[in-house]
């Protein structure tokens, strides 16, 4: 596998072993058996095994622990499903809009960036404002705290998993370091919100609430943030960069979404979405099992590891190699666009572990590019991006830089000149008010 050796483009080397051994093969591993499936049946059989018999919590911590200090994950209270367990589009949709509103006013009327290392910041952004309150605010804070973030970056597992061996050897120390810069900031966070006189309501309160009282209070608060957010940021931000470039290259589509149609730029993000997954699904089995493939009944042992892997199933048959946000109605494949089984197609998961981040991600997603595509033109300055080939796990990151040149469109009513305005931070009485409504 990828973190045990180099493998240069490990969905290259998985398509050829694929042609050669069928649908369902093993590896053989240093630590475990990879038992790979790819049949219909298969695929269906991976997603509906229970988490007690196969989980993917233990498969994913056995992925991220190369990169992220074993500490992150002990004793965390707060998960992306408690933040996203009750339907909190508006709550968050506010906040969203302020953090675009303020990345307007630093683009200015005109400029270049590049798409990647913008949405990454913007994604940062977005994240830190929703679930951690303060860290969010515009400040040196903040630059301090995405450095810190990025140093960590639990995603480097995946995205370059050969680099792991020297994570290794060198005792994961700028991890170490990183994280205790983090929790540093995050404390200064937790200070202000203490000192607040009103009560809040947001994602950040909720983290606060879960550690009540307890003596290592500030850094439980601090490392269930930092969880999340890695979390956030393995998929989210590279996703939103895939999708604005989809976007700003097809007329037909940036026509109807810059006139307002969610539902078209809705269906544009899965499909992105769909085209840029790059992800390895892995359960690590603890409980004896059988496995239908649809033709062979696999007796699985404790230890071995069920995977399967999206950019092969999500490119193949009917015309799935195309990019065609018709195939979508509303959050579902059409039905008579469907491959053998739904399960062969994935943005977001199947089944039980199916992502408690969707609707955020994309309210996020289409939110972000509806806005910036309304204010802007865009002039993509590069031929057709392609992956970094080393990466196996989630969404795509680009190989090369992906220059943009943008420049502001004549705003068609009074209140969108208004909203390009240089924003502000918000005073305390504005975010108490705002805390009050939520
Ligand atoms: C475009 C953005 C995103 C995509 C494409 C995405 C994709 C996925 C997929 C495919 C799964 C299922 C994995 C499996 O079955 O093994 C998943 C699960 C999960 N995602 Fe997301 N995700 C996104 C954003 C987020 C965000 C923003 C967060 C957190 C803030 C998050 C947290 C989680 C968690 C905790 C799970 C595990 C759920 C469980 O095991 O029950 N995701 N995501």
Redesign the pocket.
Known sequence: MPWDGEVANPIEEFSRVRAELGDTFAIEAPDTTYLFLFSPAGVQAF?AVE?AVAS??I??WQMLRRKLPDELFLDRRT???D??ARDDVAAYLDLVRDVLATTRAELGDDGDFDVFSFTRRLGHRI?LTT?AGPCGQPGARLDALIEALDALDGAAAFVEPGGMQEIAANGKATEYAALARAEELIAEAIAERDAEPVRFEDHFQRIVDAWAGEPNRAQGIARDVVL??L??M???FA??GWYLIDVVSRPAVLAAVRAGDRDVAERSALES?RLS?R?V???AVSKPCVIDDGTTQYSVERGVTLATL?PLTNTEGLDLEQWDPDRWQRRRLRADRLPAARELV?????????????P???SV?TESVMDLVGHYDFTPHFASPTPVPGQIGG?ARASTPCPMTYQARPSPHPSRREERRPSRELTRAELAERAARQ
């Not at 977001?348 to 969707?358: D, E, I, L, S, Y």
């Open positions: 997603y988490e993917k919590g498969a994913d998960f992306p499903h933040l996203f994240g679930w999340v957010h979390g956030s393995s998929n989210l996703a939103l979405l997954q992800s699904m892995m359960r999206l994935t943005t977001f998961g199947h089944g039980p572990h199916t992502c408690p981040a969707q955020f991600s994309l997603m969404v």
